[in-house]
């Protein structure tokens, strides 16, 4: 089974996001990136099901700017086998919206018939947690979203997922997306050898004209904002001190 | 205009708090009505009927629509779209598995964990965790929309909506449910609690997170913890707090033993109290926090018990 990983390029999760002063957006120029934090723990899952036996082959994909090369490396040095970069924008600060995402990884996974893909649950940039969803919808596929266990077998995929309410467990036919959260698998770092090793995997580069899907975006962007900051707090002496402050602000 | 709104409907029961809080948001669009989709949900759809602003109700019952799997329920919410311009839902898990599904099956994009509504077609959102807030204009003729429900007051009740029965779309039979794990509590929910005490990785183990749940009893409070708290077993899944868990903003919210990542200050900043309890005076979670004391929280926690 060939298992492909769509993997974005994002600001690092520990950068402290900049909005910059005019509200066109956060400025990521000069900003430490790295591959989505879930999207390392699909990677993960991709490679633990390969050394299982369950998974032949791991290619990864990302669409965006050229600079997406880095992150796709990253993952081959992590143990894909293959990487396709689709270059869709030249702007770094120009995010493709997962419904266009979507559609060209629909594309791609016609031309590589993959047996499973393996999304993260959301991108810690835009934050809209939907790809894998819309993918699963275009392709008319299985979903299993927010996957904290993954367990393959044969035809079926056994998910157990985080909801609100605890943990959920269902079971998908193949062909699947499962979406991945922050529990099933904590991510290998890659090792020098594999990382000299990565530069020679192959990288195709397409664009999203190869594809003929048009990434133009739905949601305009009128404005991007600070939000309101909290009015500062003090620190209290004693746990006397804390009790006196939360009574008289009647929160207890 | 007409708006339809997914309730979020678990094993029959009705989810009132989040429902009416997305009907409050969903109200600033056009005409609600409420779909109540389950293997039974006429009950829901009774009780939503009720809401204040709910102008009609359809209830769905089929075995296909029990435990929330996306695929039926996504197809028998698209079936449905040709007659509303806004199809909307609390932001809950289920809805964040659903409505992207929705969004594509009628080729439009989602818009998740809108935060604010400016008009028919543009929507506030946080993004990066919370440290910046998008307005963004839909150029889709249809806008699928979730609602971040600690920032929308529930509707109240006294409403009279019709109740409509309508059937499943065809289940497109792709996955089935095998079983739920839910703890049940006494506590009140952590997204609609008015106090919520949370314990992060400085409480060091499952037992000593007694602690935290000794002094939530004690406040009438839900019990939430960060994610390190989380990953090491101290607590489950579902308490945590933050860009990836829940999202909450009671009236006072104590932070015990958490640092503060931007992360999990994602999930609580908007509370209106905030209080930290760390050993730590560089903590990050002081620079939100209203009140904090800098203490061994083994040794704030009972004093403050006592003293409460
Ligand atoms: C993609 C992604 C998503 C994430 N999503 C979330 C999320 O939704 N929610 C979330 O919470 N995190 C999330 N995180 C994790 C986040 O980055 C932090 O790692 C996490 O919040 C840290 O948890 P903590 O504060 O409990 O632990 P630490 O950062 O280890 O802090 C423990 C604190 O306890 C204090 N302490 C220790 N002992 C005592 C004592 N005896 N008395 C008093 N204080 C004490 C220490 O001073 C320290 O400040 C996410 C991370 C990533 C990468
Ligand atoms: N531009 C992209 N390139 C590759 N994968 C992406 C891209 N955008 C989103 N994804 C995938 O979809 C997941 C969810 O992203 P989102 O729906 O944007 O929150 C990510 O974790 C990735 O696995």
């Known amino acids: ?252 | 205009m007409a708006v339809l709104l997914l309730a979020e409907v678990t094993d029959g029961a009705l989810a009132l708090d989040a429902t009416a809080k997305a009907v409050t948001a969903a109200a600033k669009l056009g005409d609600v009505t409420v779909l109540a989709a389950g293997a039974s949900a006429a009950a829901a759809g009774e009780e939503a009927a009720k809401i204040a602003g709910v102008a009609k109700v359809l209830v769905a019952e089929d075995a296909s629509l029990g435990h929330r799997l996306a695929e039926p329920t996504a197809a028998l919410i698209a079936s449905l779209a040709s007659d509303y311009e806004h199809i909307v839902a609390p932001a809950t898990t289920d809805a964040k598995n659903v409505l992207p599904r929705v969004a594509a099956l009628l080729d439009v994009m989602v818009i998740s964990d809108v935060s604010g509504v400016v008009d028919g077609n543009t929507f506030e959102r946080p993004i990066y965790a919370g440290n910046a807030v998008q307005t963004v204009k839909s150029n889709d003729a249809k806008k699928v929309i979730s609602f971040r429900t600690s920032t929308f007051d529930a509707a109240g009740d006294g409403g009279s909506a019709s109740v409509e029965t309508i059937s499943a779309a065809e289940n497109p039979g792709l996955s089935e449910w095998v079983e739920d794990k839910v703890a049940a509590s006494d506590r009140p929910e952590l997204t609609s609690a008015g106090v919520v005490v949370s314990g992060g990785r400085g409480v060091g183990s499952e037992e000593d997170f007694k602690l935290i749940e000794g002094l939530a009893d004690k406040l009438g409070a839900a019990v939430g913890a960060s994610r390190a708290a989380v990953d090491s077993g101290y607590a489950p899944n579902d308490w945590q707090v933050g860009q990836t868990g829940k999202v909450v903003a009671p009236e006072l919210y104590v932070a015990i033993g958490i640092s503060g990542a931007i992360q999990h200050l994602a999930g609580m900043k908007d509370s209106k109290i905030i209080v930290a309890i760390n050993k730590d005076e560089e903590a990050p979670i002081f620079q939100v926090a209203d009140y904090g004391l800098v203490a061994d929280l083994f040794d704030a926690v009972p004093e403050l018990m006592e003293k409460l």
Do not use: C
């Open chain 1, 1 to 252: 089974m060939k298992v492909l990983v769509p993997v974005k390029r994002v600001i690092d999760y520990n950068v402290k996001v900049r909005v910059k002063a005019d509200g066109s957006g956060v400025d990521l120029a000069n900003v430490k990136m790295s591959m989505n934090p879930f999207d390392e723990i699909a990677v993960e899952e991709a490679i633990r099901l390969k050394e299982a036996g369950k998974a032949d082959e791991i290619v990864v994909v990302s669409i965006g700017v050229k600079q997406a090369q880095e992150t796709l490396r990253t993952a081959l040095a992590m143990g894909a086998d293959r990487a396709i970069l689709v270059v869709a924008a030249d702007d770094v600060h120009t995010d493709i919206e997962p419904l266009a995402v979507a559609k060209i990884l629909a594309k791609v996974v016609e031309e590589e018939q993959p047996g499973l893909v393996l999304a993260g649950k959301q991108a810690i940039d835009n934050d809209m947690n939907a790809t894998g969803q819309m993918l699963s919808a275009l392709l008319g596929w299985s979903q299993g979203t927010f996957a904290s266990e993954l367990d393959i077998d044969g035809d079926n995929a056994v998910v157990t997922r985080e909801v609100d309410g605890g943990l959920q467990t269902i079971k998908v036919k193949m062909p699947a997306i499962v979406t991945v959260d922050l529990r099933l698998n904590e991510p290998r770092y890659a090792s020098l050898p594999n990382i000299m090793k990565a530069k020679k995997k192959p990288l195709d580069e397409k664009t999203a004209d190869d594809y003929g899907v048009d990434v133009s975006p739905r949601l305009e962007i009128i404005s991007t904002t600070e939000p309101a900051a909290r009015a500062a707090g003090i620190i209290v002496g004693s746990v006397d001190e804390l009790v006196g402050k939360l009574k008289e602000a009647g929160a207890v």
